[in-house]
């Protein structure tokens, strides 16, 4: 299970979006400290 980072809501992982916190396109990584 995992929480959405906007409504707080438990999904399961196939269920939602994964979005990157800081852009990758400003050279930010993938690493999961850096998904929401």
Known sequence: M???AIC???TR????E???IKP???GR???PR???
């Open 13 to 16: 992982f196939d269920e939602g």
């Open 2 to 4: 995992h929480c959405c």
């Open 29 to 31: 990584s993938d690493l």
């Open 18 to 20: 994964v979005d990157h």
């Open 8 to 10: 707080g809501r438990e």
């Open 24 to 26: 990758k396109s400003k």
């Open 34 to 36: 850096n998904l929401q």
